[in-house]
């Protein structure tokens, strides 16, 4: 089956304690790109990746890191968690020649920062 | 810049009636796509439309519709006979073909919450 995910899906965790949020497709898929999803704020784009090797800053980076490494993979680091970015992440892989095709997205981590 | 806005934040209708979701949107660039995605209570992101600029012919999908009008800078969504299970948030978005230049983003609205009372 086709499709995208995310793991953990819930997460808790403290400020500062660094974490990872992976996330995969078995699409073949060149662009992935990562979400926060806020109250009254819609989805905004964090990071995108083109390709392998490839990334790039989305609308609100700061805060976050990613790595491609693998086609396949597109994990989102936090080195240090603050409390604003508890928020709704969704992690999506495009099957075309970048965004401007349909986006598939994984079903969503909710990240909670104490 | 890019800037898609979605001036209804909630819409509340009865069961059987037409609703248009309206979204406006900014743009510089003569190339771009513009789309539609809906969010249901479950939580997932489900795409409905991509639509690019060179086409304006307005699209049918069984009930739903869109009108896209570039001289307002409008892609409005209409669910005719709406049904209690197409309550959701509906999000916009927009993408300039900025791939060529090395550059793709997407910009979404902040999402329309479309209640559908039976």
């Known amino acids: 089956e086709a499709q995208v995910t995310q793991n953990p899906r819930y997460l808790i965790t403290v400020t500062g304690k660094k974490l990872t949020v992976t996330c995969s497709q078995n699409m073949n898929h060149e662009y992935m790109s990562w979400y926060r999803q806020d109250p009254g704020l819609g989805l905004r784009q964090i990071y995108y990746?083109?390709?392998?090797?490839?990334?790039d800053k989305g609308d609100v980076p700061e805060g976050y890191k990613v790595s491609r490494k693998e086609k396949r993979n597109f994990p989102l680091i936090l080195e240090s968690p603050s409390p604003n970015q508890t928020s709704l992440y969704f992690c999506?892989?495009?099957?075309?020649?970048?965004?401007?095709?349909?986006?598939?997205f994984g079903p969503g981590t909710r990240l909670t920062v104490t | 810049a890019q800037k898609v806005t979605q001036a209804q934040t909630e819409i509340s209708v009865v069961e059987k009636e037409d609703v248009t979701l309206d979204c406006v949107y900014e743009t510089r660039d003569t190339t771009y796509y513009l789309f539609w995605y809906k969010q249901p209570p479950s939580g997932e992101l489900v795409f409905l439309i991509r639509r690019n600029s060179f086409d304006e012919q307005n699209e049918i999908s069984g009930r739903y519709s869109w009108n896209f009008q570039k001289s307002t800078s409008s892609f409005n969504f209409t669910i005719t006979a709406s049904q209690v299970v197409d309550s959701a948030v509906y999000f916009c978005a927009l993408s300039e073909a900025g791939f060529s230049r090395g550059d793709d983003k997407i910009i979404f609205g902040k999402g329309t919450r479309l209640h559908i009372l039976p």
């Open positions: 990746s083109m390709n392998v090797e490839v990334t």
């Open positions: 999506a892989s495009s099957s075309g020649a970048g965004v401007t095709y349909e986006q598939y």
